[in-house]
């Protein structure tokens, strides 16, 4: 559903080359429920905008159920759903009604498909109480769901979600979880996410891609994770652990990934 | 590409309509700026018979055909110029990730109908202008004409400032200089300036051939730079060439979008 091979995204800074992302390759199968990890600047956020046709790499190749994001943004919109933590895809001074709606005629979805999609993500997100609420009104939980329902209703094979978590309080939190691992589970939708929540990672994702300093470091399972690090039990302590290790490392050539041995793909 | 331009802006005016007072003001403040204008084009006719010899009819016809072409254009396409704010605010990725284009979806955001107030004032200048002008048939059918080229070349240039903040998100007031102070460089007649702006708005940026060149043709007004007056009626040709690499540019530059940090 997605391959990326030897994708690499470069920025030049007064002068200065930054490699973002170099010589990324991973493979997610259709299906599959991914969790991208990293320390802030790593690379997460570059990737998803290349996987996503934002961004254009700037060496390998990438393909999102089989289109060329960059070439072919617009046709792979229809296919895809993007949700941003830090941002709204919904429109501020509209009724989240409108904001959706307005979202099935740019995504072309028929009317009568449209009701029946948005009656069950009325049901599973339980947008009911606020759909007729303008979104600038609506609570960040709220406000969330929303915009993942948003990003469901044209029925996408694949989700992205850019730190769907942040800043949502245990409650919200907890439904956006069970929401998204239902969806992966009952409609097959393959999820690839990034977060700083461990707790998303540990209670919804079987594979984790772990990058730091834009290549991939970590390719596997949260057990495979922890094997990395001996001694320490919890996946907070893994991470940090692993993260202070690689911050005194300059952008250097890429190092091997490690693989995870119950890895699904490759 | 229009029916996404129609569906955003239809959702920004049911937008707007929630703030009443707000768009009642602002319609009016857009009438009081227009009707500023035109003072100053009756102070200058109260001091002077004729402006580089153009009469006051002739003077408030070509700030009629400008000021309309370039409300019309500012209206519906104005804020394609707000590209470096959607980039500081990462609403440009957004609408990068839709199945639609990015040129309509940024032209059609924040679509504020208070601005058809400007469209009206400029639209009744122009219709003053040519009642007291009796244009012969055989040149009046250009204004429509002009109208309509001078907007592309208005939208044109707005896109091309757009496109310019893709690569230099600090530099919206550059393209500024061009679009709104062509605009207002076209409120009179160009042979008050130097000549060698007049060369530069004809062959540089098409600006004469908004309201000056062809103005001239339908006033039936030899041209001081000696160009023969059918130059007057290729202003549809100069707005579609502009429109061409405007729309090249536009391109260029989004497929040359670095996005922002997170």
Redesign the interface.
Same mark, same amino acid.
């Given at each position: 559903m997605i391959d990326a091979a030897e994708l690499g995204r470069v920025?030049r800074v007064r002068r200065q080359v930054v490699h973002a992302v170099r010589d990324l390759s991973f493979h997610v199968a259709p299906g599959e429920f991914v969790a991208c990890l990293g320390p802030n600047?790593a690379g997460k956020? @570059?990737t998803i905008?290349m996987l996503?046709? =934002? &961004? *254009?790499p700037t060496s390998g190749r990438i393909r999102v159920d089989g289109l060329d994001p960059?070439r072919r #943004? @617009? *046709?792979l *919109? #229809?296919r =895809?759903g993007?949700v941003?933590g830090? #941002?709204?895809?919904l429109?501020? $001074?509209?009724p989240l009604r $409108?904001s959706l709606e307005?979202n099935r005629? &740019?995504?072309?979805v028929d009317r009568k498909v449209f009701r029946d999609r948005l009656d069950e993500l009325c049901v599973l997100l339980d947008l009911g109480g606020f759909l007729t609420t303008?979104v600038r009104q609506l609570s960040l939980g709220q406000r969330m769901r929303g915009d993942i329902a948003a990003a469901l209703l044209h029925d996408p094979a694949v989700l992205v979600l $850019?730190e769907p978590t942040i800043g949502l309080d245990v409650v919200s939190k907890a439904e956006v979880r069970d929401f998204l691992r239902r969806r992966n589970a009952e409609h097959g939708t393959t999820v690839l996410l990034t977060t700083h929540d461990l707790g998303d990672v540990e209670r919804l994702c079987r594979r984790v891609l772990l990058i730091d300093h834009g290549s991939l470091a970590f390719d596997g399972t949260l057990d495979g994770l922890r094997a990395l690090v001996p001694g320490r039990t919890s996946i907070e302590d893994v991470v940090a652990d692993l993260y202070l290790s690689s911050r005194g490392s300059p952008r250097t050539p890429p190092r091997r990934p490690v693989r995870g041995e119950t890895s699904g793909t490759a | 590409m229009i029916r996404t331009y129609a569906l955003l802006a239809w959702a920004w005016t049911r937008a707007a309509a929630q703030y009443r007072v707000s768009f009642a003001l602002m319609t009016a403040g857009a009438f009081v700026i227009g009707g500023l204008d035109i003072a100053v084009i009756w102070v200058i006719f109260a001091n002077t018979d004729s402006l580089a010899g153009f009469g006051p009819a002739e003077v408030m016809f070509l700030y009629g055909t400008s000021e309309l072409a370039f409300a019309i254009s500012d209206t519906l396409f104005g804020n394609v110029d707000r590209v470096s704010q959607h980039i500081r605010a990462g609403t440009l990725d957004v609408m990068l990730v839709r199945p639609a284009a990015t040129w309509a979806q940024v032209a059609a955001d924040r679509f504020g109908p208070h601005r058809i107030g400007r469209i009206v004032m400029a639209a009744a200048v122009l219709c003053v202008a040519l009642a007291r002008l009796d244009i012969p048939l055989g040149r009046a059918w250009m204004v429509p004409v002009m109208v309509v080229s001078g907007s592309v070349i208005f939208t044109s240039m707005f896109t091309l400032g757009g496109a310019l903040q893709f690569l230099l998100t600090d530099a919206p007031e550059v393209a500024n200089a061009f679009t709104y102070g062509g605009a207002m460089l076209n409120q009179y007649p160009l042979s008050v300036y130097d000549p060698r702006i007049v060369m530069g708005l004809t062959y540089v940026l098409p600006l004469a051939f908004v309201n000056w060149r062809p103005g001239l043709y339908v006033l039936d007004r030899p041209d001081p730079l000696g160009l023969p007056s059918w130059t007057g009626l290729l202003s549809p040709a100069a707005a579609l060439a502009l429109a061409a690499v405007a729309a090249l540019a536009w391109r260029a530059g989004v497929r040359r979008y670095r996005s922002t940090g997170s």
């Open positions: 920025f600047g956020s @570059t905008k996503t046709g =934002i &961004l *254009a960059a #943004r @617009t *046709a *919109a #229809r =895809i993007v941003f830090q #941002r709204t895809t429109w501020w $001074d509209l $409108d307005l005629l &740019l995504y072309k303008p $850019d | -």
